[in-house]
């Protein structure tokens, strides 16, 4: 049997290199088709300079990944009396799918200009937050009652002490939508800057591809450093300057299926502190409304999320993506290493 590590390592360098490969026809393409960013005007004046970038670049990230995936698993999921989880890493892959169509679906209409919709803004806040949940709602179900293939089902580990704390679907469930659509909104808020979104997303699936790969979750160790080499490649042309950005397509689908690994491996108390960056850009978009309700139009934070709070105090572009990058890469190093305690 081949080495379980060591090839998920390897078809993590295969999937950044055929997207790199790919990525600079795909690139012509959008521009061919004029999928270009607009800009809100309330953003600093340096983003001004990137309006008709092209967008929906998560294409790049997702599409290999899945090919990959799937490929790799065929065997698997067309006979899944040949392992017990075989059929397992249907789920994130679906749950990608899934939201990839939804945040797609927000791309495309923030693309167009319609009448009365402002410039940037795509499907109602309130459309795509339902649809986030009833996504996320089918796939903790399955997760927390479907019958063998998910070890961690049901259950909440507790770190440092090493504990599996067993809890009710009727609390699972809710619990397990809950960090899906707060996830895949973290990292929707964290894509912002030329090349945050790639490299945050990067180390949090390295540091759960490490996690499944110690409780040996062979088909989750390869699926994350799928995503991982696929990231790295949408870096290739999203570092700055950025000649695509990640769109919805690629921001929810990420964080949401970041957040489906993390329910699958039991280790989703660690999600956090893994995921430090996009937990800490939440938390000033929710500071920030609050504290502007509470004043009566008063602001906590220069901007947020956050990352634009450092731009407008001073740091560039690049010293804000390469600090928050320090810190996500040092957070998911503390989480695995949690993780082994």
């Known amino acids: 049997m081949t080495a379980p590590l060591p090839f998920a390592l390897s078809v993590g360098v295969l999937a950044f290199l055929l997207g790199v490969i790919w990525g600079g026809p795909f690139l ?40 990959i995936t799937l490929a790799l698993n065929l065997v698997a999921i067309l006979r899944p009396e040949a392992s017990v989880t075989g059929l397992s890493i ?40 339902a649809g986030q949940v009833v996504l996320a709602l089918i796939a903790a179900a399955v997760i927390s009652l ?18 599996a704390l067993p809890l009710h679907p009727i ?23 030329d090349g945050l979104a790639g490299v945050i997303t990067a180390s949090a699936f390295a540091a759960y591809g490490i996690i499944a790969f110690l409780q040996g979750q062979i088909y989750l160790v390869q699926f994350s450093f799928i995503i991982v080499g696929a990231c790295f490649a949408f870096l290739w042309y999203n570092a700055h300057p950025a000649q695509i950005f990640m769109g919805d397509i690629g921001s929810l689908s990420l964080g949401a299926t970041l957040a489906t690994i993390a329910v699958m491996t039991g280790q989703w108390l660690l999600l956090p502190i893994i995921a430090i960056v996009p937990v800490a850009e939440t938390v000033s978009v929710v500071l920030q409304i609050s504290y502007y309700k509470a004043t009566k139009g008063r602001r906590l934070f220069r901007m947020a999320p956050l990352h634009h709070h450092f731009e407008l105090s001073g740091w560039s572009e690049t010293q804000v993506v390469q600090r928050f990058w320090l810190v996500g890469l040092l957070s998911a190093m503390a989480g695995v290493a949690l993780a082994l305690l």
Do not use: C, W
């Open 171 to 193: 609390l699972f469930i809710p619990l397990t939508a809950f960090i899906i659509v707060s996830f895949s909104n973290a990292i929707n808020f964290t894509d912002g800057l």
């Open 90 to 129: 249907l789920v994130p892959v679906i749950v990608m799918i899934g939201f990839a169509l939804l945040g797609g679906y927000d791309d495309v209409e923030g693309i167009r200009r319609s009448q009365g919709r402002p410039i940037g803004e795509g499907i109602s806040a309130r459309a795509k937050f």
């Open 28 to 67: 012509q393409v959008l521009k061919l088709l004029k999928v270009g960013k607009l800009i809100r005007v309330t953003l600093p004046g340096e983003h001004q300079k990137k309006i008709g970038t092209p967008t929906m670049g998560g294409i790049m990230i997702i599409l290999p990944a899945l090919l």
């Open 146 to 163: 479907y019958d063998g293939g998910f070890q961690f089902a049901n259950m909440m580990m507790i770190p440092l002490l090493n504990i």
